[in-house]
């Protein structure tokens, strides 16, 4: 099947292209500028598999005219909470508008194909201690301007599908990690760390905010083939958790980053470094998605963690 992914040059379009390719589906993708884009250079893309633009610029229905995708993958989006909290009127141009724009131009001309809409766990918002793990029924409640972006495109991608009878999927997937990760995020961010201490680059004390927080990882490897199994065999109109189920505090992924470390390290409080806004624990459900695809995590949060520093290690070498 030929699948059109957005947001391919992200963190995790890679991984999604690198699974879809193993599915054996055609993959192209909308890029914004003229690369390189080192993390896809490794994967059997055709030349033409690449087609500059922007969501936001009209053409994008012209794309999907001329590709005629059986399937979209909607990966595209401002994925960093704190930047969304800056600037929230960008937050929903870029996640609701986005949105919109993939809907309208598959609604016009790809209106069979298969639409997977991917937001967050973030439309949830806080959830109560015993109403946890959070399922596909508790309510959106978000409590961040990203949160309420992410809801609004949910909530958009279902009316649409209602509405004009498109096949769309939703995934919510909760916090995840790998090779190739902003250093904004935590796993990152922490890894980074690690390995600047280790080149003897940063003093060997690592700086953390609120580490009481408790998330639920995911390795992207897991998050990607979760997708995939989406688009295959997820049911049109519901919305999907992509999660390990398990919750892990922000202490505990110190606590194994440090045993992966090749130095010893002291662990430091840094104000600057608390968010604004921290739902305390986010776990989630993965029941639905391993009924309807057969799809469950596999990997070890200890072991992307491993690859993550890993992955910093090199960075930095280079």
Same mark, same amino acid.
């Given at each position: 099947m030929r699948v059109l992914v957005t947001g391919i040059t992200g963190f995790a379009g890679p991984v999604v292209a690198a699974a879809l390719l193993e599915a054996g589906h055609e993959v192209h993708g909308l890029v914004r500028g003229a690369g390189p884009w080192p993390r896809l250079g490794a994967l059997p893309l055709a030349p033409d598999a690449f087609h500059r633009g922007d969501l936001a610029d009209g053409r994008f229905p012209d794309l999907v005219r001329a590709l005629a995708p059986g399937a979209l993958v909607h990966l595209a989006g401002l994925s960093f909470a704190p930047a969304a909290e800056r600037d929230p009127a960008s937050a929903y141009r870029t996640n609701l508008g986005g949105t919109l724009a993939v809907l309208a131009a598959a609604r016009a001309h790809a209106p069979r194909a298969r639409l997977l809409v991917v937001t967050s766990s973030d439309v949830y918002g806080e959830v109560r201690a015993e109403d946890l793990p959070i399922v596909e029924e508790t309510p959106l409640r978000p409590v961040s301007v990203y949160g /309420?972006?992410? /809801? +609004? @495109? *949910?909530? +958009? /991608? @279902?009316?649409? +599908?209602? /509405?004009?009878?498109? *096949?769309?999927?939703? @995934?919510?997937?909760f916090n995840h990690a790998g090779p190739g990760q902003d250093a904004a995020f935590v796993c990152s961010a922490l890894a980074r760390q690690l390995a600047l201490i280790e080149a003897g680059r940063q003093e060997p004390v690592l700086r953390v905010g609120n580490v009481d927080p408790v998330r639920d990882f995911s390795d992207v490897r897991d998050i990607a083939a979760g997708y995939v199994a989406l688009l295959e065999r997820g049911r049109a109109g519901a919305a999907y958790n992509v999660c390990s189920g398990e919750g892990t505090s922000i202490a505990e992924v110190i606590a194994v980053l440090r045993g992966h470390a090749r130095v010893p390290v002291r662990v430091q409080s840094d104000p600057a470094l608390r968010r604004a806004v921290d739902v305390p624990r986010v776990v989630g459900s993965h029941a639905r998605i391993a009924a309807d695809t057969g799809w469950r995590p596999r990997i070890a949060l200890a072991d992307t963690l491993a690859t993550v520093l890993d992955d910093w290690r090199r960075r930095l070498a280079s």
């Open positions: /309420a972006s992410k /809801a +609004a @495109a *949910d909530i +958009a /991608a @279902a009316q649409w +599908a209602r /509405a004009y009878g498109l *096949d769309v999927v939703r @995934a919510r997937p």
